[in-house]
């Protein structure tokens, strides 16, 4: 067995994530069959001594049975009005099946506001921990009910790698509606399925498709960009099917394992990273692309080609080469309105007062070429 298995089946804190497909039909709402077993194999791995924090989708299949809706609604308010039936559901469905084991379940709803905003961000850290202590069951959602176009996460496996690096899991499962990782789509018959993922020229150029089952709103795509941003972060994971819960959570012999980068990034590198939303870009020549990515250098403004955005000093702006290819992210020291006159500059031809990175290497996280 690989490295990257041993680690997830020897997890002493593990993320778990679920989608709607695996506990939700639309027309039935939730399978309380699926849901029992997914619990029966949680309830069994925090009985072997691990922790747990189970990120669920559902909510909103769970609400469309109850509201006669016959499909998941396109539109934004009947998505939340869905939302705020099924989560009640779902979170009631989830305290009766984890009651069988005397656990008790403690319900988090955050929207990306939560994790994108630093005194957000340490508040639910304070609180994941705290219910872990206690011995509870964290199960997480992003808030339906109220996230908007702007601050959804979008899908509920970005979130499970953000609150994987939040809550310092040793490892992340996803369980989907599929074994594993395929070279293209599995449904057509011709493809492979690939076990192991020990960088990124491994999963380079691979076609994978959406969901059909109409109830998530991610599909493989985003389980693999989940899994890429959680492996970046140090953090090992294991896909696999939701039927295959209990493997999973065992041997780790199932689906596809995402080695882990050789370290962790910070808590504060990796909201850099990959929890906060770029407010702008800079546009980089060659020269401090190398500098910036290969060096871990501060970004200067003779290295800046081009402005885009509208913001401020102390917010974050995304670094892009001459290929428009984002290579890093970082906190910028100028506003956007004073960037203009500086670019292209060296320093000693900028007044004193201007002679300051525009990004700081400290405040800089590079993505790599």
Known sequence: ?????????????????????????????????????????????IGAGSQIVLVSSGAIGAGLAPLSLAKRPRDLASQQAAASVGQLALAHAYGESF????????????????????????????????LL???????????????????????????????????????????????????GDPRS??????????????????????????????GMVSKLAAARTAAAAG????????????DALTEAKVGTAFAAADSRLSARRFWLGYATDARGRL???????????????????????????DFEAGDVVDLVDPAQRVVARGVVA????????LIGRSSHQLPAEQRREVVHADDLVPFGR
Request: charged share 25%; hydrophobic share 45%.
């Open 1 to 45: 067995m690989s490295e990257t298995r041993q680690a997830v089946a020897n997890a002493r804190r593990l993320v778990v994530k679920v989608g709607s497909s695996a506990l939700t039909t639309a027309g039935d709402g939730l399978d309380g069959r699926r849901l029992d077993a997914l619990v029966d194999a949680i309830a069994a791995r």
């Open 99 to 130: 009651g069988r084991y005397s656990l008790t379940v403690g319900q988090v709803l955050l929207t990306s506001d939560d994790v994108v905003r630093r005194a957000h961000y340490r508040n639910a850290q304070r609180t994941f921990s705290r």
């Open 133 to 183: 202590a206690l011995g509870a069951v964290p199960v997480v959602n992003e808030n339906d009910t109220v996230a908007t176009e702007e601050i959804k996460f979008g899908d509920n496996d970005r979130l499970a790698a953000l609150v994987a690096h939040l809550v310092a899991a040793d490892a992340l499962v996803l369980l989907s509606d599929v074994d594993g990782l395929y070279d």
């Open 189 to 218: 018959g011709a493809t492979r399925r690939i076990d192991e993922v020990t960088g990124d020229a491994d999963v380079d150029g691979i076609s994978v498709g959406m969901s059909s089952s109409g109830l998530g709103t991610g």
């Open 235 to 246: 953090i090992p994971v294991l896909l696999a099917g939701a039927s295959q819960a209990a």
């Open 283 to 309: 546009h980089l020549d060659d020269g401090a692309v190398t500098a910036v990515v290969r060096r871990r250098r501060s970004l200067l403004a003779a290295g800046i080609t081009g402005v885009d955005g």
């Open 334 to 341: 100028y506003d956007a309105v004073e960037l203009p006159a």
